[in-house]
């Protein structure tokens, strides 16, 4: 199928800014209208500022609401950060709201640290604060990660009863004063934000959020990142809260109530979870709507009632948020456009160099010996042993195939090598050293790199995007140093991009880099299971069913693309039932059967093997 | 075997996802105790062709063209109303119960026949004989099964509805040759039984072995509508999609 698909944006897979990237590797698809419509926003936002500030300079209250809805931004954008992109909801960070106010505005003059720098204790404080108890839940899942949090919440408004002593004067009397510092804010927010999602460590996030099991072998430490985001978002919000202190001039544990977290995540999820703009949006119209003189009056006593049905219609009517059906109108036009065979054609995939678009082998070892070894592994799950006492070696630069019937064990193999499970017993050596005890993360950064059975896509990703998250564990940037995005860090974006090019060009996907992983076929989307496992440069490539859903002539090719992976280095486990592809590529075959290994060796004597026959092969397929 | 009147008669549907034209205005009849499978090269639409009969809801999604089926048009109607005239669809995509047990997915299957009961507990009997291995983890949740085996289970899940009308995705997707082999024999035998079944596969050759007749799509168009064997001996079919 031709692309000729505009399709909406991934959240936050925003084009690359001009500069940041050559125009060689500027993925196509991009908004109709070029780079000019993409600063629209912000200098709408900047005019809107300097309007408001202007036409409103003599009013107290609408200054005073407009430098709410300024900070509030800030902090929904914080939220944003933790439940847009990482895909985790809290329901305690009205807390860090009163953290920061606190640090920022009562702490530092205390401490005697100049009143304008009360901000970045207020960042790190709230940080250092959100990574405290990020640490405490972030193994835990779902509805537990949501509640741990949503105690927090609780719990820190009591610790500011009890502190609560002199107030700090903030060091902005002017309330117009207050409005522009607040406005400022919002957009450094914004620029880090927008930074962010364009960075290996937005990346990570939004894999996270997408799928935490690839993520995790695609060598991102979940844990760590997800904590990170949590103390990151943390600090957004605490940055609002010492906006907050300084236009209260009191720090009011009031506001750190379960209601006003709640407030926020509505903001949020209104505006458009895992946009840039979505939660500036949703504050700027809580803020701006309850600021009418007619709506204060009316629902003085129900705020928080109001609040819970606007956050429930819009999450029926447009559960992607305001921003996310905005795009879903631009998608629309652009099918119009479609019908009346007027859309421009997608750009074309940009050139890289031909050493790119071959996969490599990152560490050098010694040419020959065994990758891989697996000595007695066993693993139950409940009363099945889906793996009893199988041993394998795979042997350096080869193919080999795993097969057997289903359910024999072949893809907790796979697991197990690659940490996803802990075995019950045995070990596993790569390269002659054992790596028990390493997590999946640091499994990959070894060198072992898998593709997923029932697909493991980052669907809301573009297609470029997840081959660039696939090479997390090749390239080191810290989160600081992508928030500003300073040189080094956009020599490793350049870096990362032309590569996850090059592997499309190397998988036959480049035509379709800006769409949506979610939109591919099948067979497209297991070809950039291929590509996304390649970028990690691994030593042994672990493909789980690669050809399944694919007919005979894309079988064919991709027979040939695994030859050109095993010629450049990388060794190669094959799980297949397609029995040509098996027989024609491997150099060695092993079967599995109720997870015990029944044969072993190349691929002709096991066609005639008496007992895979019977289990597996069949008579029809062992003779023809 | 005798053929009774179309079943299902398609005409010039047109589908269109955002901006990409998935069918181009493809028309094709199945008649009653028919097997018709539809082959062709992946992204040409055929998972499409049946997710739009059956009325499966997708985002983004603009159809046109008639959809009738038992002499009712469909083209409007939701999933749930179509497959009560008697349409069950199995998709792609293993997309069973994870936290229920084997056997209570195999049941949803059935929960449109809740008055037929000795009925269904025969048809859970047949489903076991079929596929041993879900017989020995009926009591596992559906999440512990291995690919295929889940793969099983959707199918099984499909023939639990006993309908009238069988649309099959894709069913040897994962499955080791020898399951290949009888998943192709049960659907010879629900044909023999009657059953009129629509099959997208991309192992063309097993397909048009079981097929009375045979469609090839490609990039959104349709051609063919003649005889299985006719279709495979077709050149270009088997250049294509036989490897001969």
Known sequence: MASVEVEGQAPGALPPEPGAAGPAVAPPGRLPGGDLVRFLPIVALVLFVLAFGHAESDSRKWIDIGTEAMYLAVAAVGVNVLLGYTGLLSLGHAAFFVAGGYAGAILSPALGIPPWAGFLFAFFGSAVLGAVLALMCCHLRGFYLTVVPFGFGALIPAIVVVARNQLGHGPFSLQLGLFYVSALFLLISLYLCWNLVRSRWGRAYMAIRESEVAARASGVNAYWYKVSAFALSAGFVGVAGWLGAQRFVLVSSQVATPDQSFRYVIMVVVGGMGTIAGPVLGAFGFSFGFGITWVQNTFRDYQGLLYGVLGLIAISAAPEGAVGNFRRYLRAWSRHRARQERLPRPAAPPDVPADLRRPAVRTTSAGNGTVLQVRGLTKRFGGVAALSAVDLAVERGTVHALIGPNGSGKTTFIDVVTGIYEPDTGRVELDGASIEGLTAAGRNRRGLARTFQNLQLWRRMTVLENVMAGAHSTARVGLLRSLVRTPASRRVERRLQERAWGLLHFVGLAGRGGDLAGTLTFADQRRLEIARALASDPELLLLDEPAAGMQLSEIHALADLMREVRDAGVTVLLIEHHMDLVMGLSDVVSVLDYGEKIAEGPPEAVRADARVVAAYLGEETAAS | ?244
């Open chain 2, 1 to 244: 075997m005798s053929r009774g009147e179309s079943l299902l008669s398609v005409r010039d549907l047109r589908v269109f996802y955002g901006a990409a034209r998935a069918l181009d205005g493809i028309s094709f009849d199945v008649a009653e105790g028919e097997v018709v499978a539809i082959i062709g090269p992946n992204g040409a639409g055929k998972s499409t062709t049946l997710k739009t009969v059956s009325g499966v809801p997708e985002l983004l999604k603009t159809t046109s063209g008639h959809v009738t089926f038992a002499g009712e048009r469909i083209e409007r109607r939701p999933a749930h109303r179509i497959a009560r005239m008697g349409m069950a669809h199995v998709p792609e995509g293993r997309r069973v119960f994870p936290d229920s047990t084997v056997e209570e997915n195999l049941l949803l299957g059935a929960h449109r026949r809740r008055r037929q009961r000795a009925a269904v507990a025969a048809d859970l009997e047949r489903v076991y004989e079929r596929f041993g291995v879900l017989r020995e983890r009926r009591s596992q949740p559906a999440g512990y099964l291995s690919g295929g085996e889940q793969q099983m289970l959707v199918l099984g899940r499909g023939l639990m509805a006993s309908p009238r009308f069988l649309l099959l995705d894709e069913p040897s997707l994962g499955l080791a040759p020898l399951l290949v082999s009888q998943v192709f024999e049960i659907i010879a035998g629900l044909a023999a039984e009657g059953t009129t079944i629509l099959l997208v596969e991309q192992l063309a050759h097993q397909a048009l072995r079981v097929a009375d007749r045979a469609y090839v799509l490609e990039a959104g168009v349709m051609s063919g509508g003649d005889a299985a064997a006719a279709v495979a001996a077709d050149p270009h079919v088997r250049a294509a999609y036989l490897g001969a």
